[in-house]
């Protein structure tokens, strides 16, 4: 269950960067299956050069900007469809990781990675690492809440709730959208490099079908803690991304389904939460446990009280 812990930390941060697009920017973006594989890949071919895992890890997260970055450029420049766009980035992140990786799989067995000290300690897949990458959630979560409170998040959050109305107060919903992206799959390119270094290889299929992980993630998560406040909508997303891992494990555990079966149990959560999440006695039911729940309006007067202006 522990390594299903450590899974759920590490894939938390693509799903907060699914969160950022799915959820904010209102912008449904593939480039995820491509810019995972990417981070992935860039801190692996790093690693086998000498580069020390911290700046290998930064690159994965910066190749993973440039493939948001294309998908934006596609998007605002070329004026392609958001959908279209994030599918042409991902197919062309197929060949050009190839390139990257110079093969099909590249093993980083032997080399310092991120995990390495970890592991000569005896302490990966325990509740150190589980800690240290929980903690390492906690605060891209906390530069997410940040990023959304500053001048700058909430015109992206304008652009995503109504772009025409956002441009007509002055915003460039171009920058916004471009900026978001890339920010997005940096998150995504991020969580690849450190999925890479903690299996010990990276692989080209590696990124196929992680954009129904981020959903199932982002939308089990805020199905449980609500999208009022932007602090429990962005902390849903690691609630959700354990959960999903969580159920994985239990599923596989048991005996339930197979390893082939991981895309059919991610697309049938997908399903049951978006179909829960739309029922008002649920969203009830979490608001009434949520501390954060809105308080009851006081009941309105039924008569005026009588005397106190009178003379």
Request: cysteine-free; overall charge positive; glycine content about 10%.
């Amino acid at each position: 269950m522990l390594v299903a812990l450590d899974q759920g930390m590490i894939f938390a941060l693509l799903a907060l960067g699914v969160f950022l697009t799915y959820r904010i920017l209102n912008m449904p973006d593939l480039t995820v299956d491509g810019s995972f594989t990417t981070g992935g890949g860039m801190a692996a071919i790093l690693l086998t050069h000498g580069v020390h895992p911290v700046a290998a890890t930064l690159a994965a997260a910066g190749a993973g900007a440039l493939a948001g970055f294309v998908t934006a450029t596609l998007h605002t420049r070329l004026r392609i469809e958001p959908l279209l766009a994030s599918i042409l980035t991902m197919i062309a992140l197929w060949s050009i990781n190839l390139r990257i990786m110079g093969k099909a799989n590249l093993s980083m067995a032997g080399l310092d990675t991120l995990f390495s000290g970890l592991k000569e300690h005896k302490l990966l897949k325990t509740w150190v690492s589980v800690l240290i990458l929980a903690t390492l959630a906690i605060l891209a979560k906390l530069l997410i809440d940040w990023f959304l409170a500053t001048d700058f998040g909430l015109a992206v959050q304008s652009t995503g709730d109504n772009p025409a109305m956002a441009a007509s107060l002055g915003i460039n919903t171009n920058t916004t959208k471009t900026v978001t992206l890339m920010i997005s799959n940096a998150l995504v390119g991020l969580a690849g490099g450190i999925q890479a270094q903690y299996q010990g290889f990276a692989d080209i299929s590696m990124g196929v079908g992680l954009i129904l992980v981020g959903l199932a993630s982002v939308i089990v998560g805020n199905a449980i803690l609500g999208t009022r406040y932007m602090f429990l909508a962005s902390l849903g997303v690691i609630v959700g991304s354990v959960v999903y891992r969580l159920v994985i494990y239990f599923a596989l555990r048991w005996k339930v389904l197979d390893t082939g079966d991981m895309k059919l149990i991610s697309a049938v959560l997908v399903v049951i939460a978006l179909v829960v999440s739309q029922s008002p006695r649920v969203r009830t039911f979490f608001q009434r446990l949520s501390p954060y729940r809105a308080k009851e309006a006081p009941e309105p007067l039924l008569h005026i009280p009588k005397g106190g202006g009178e003379h």
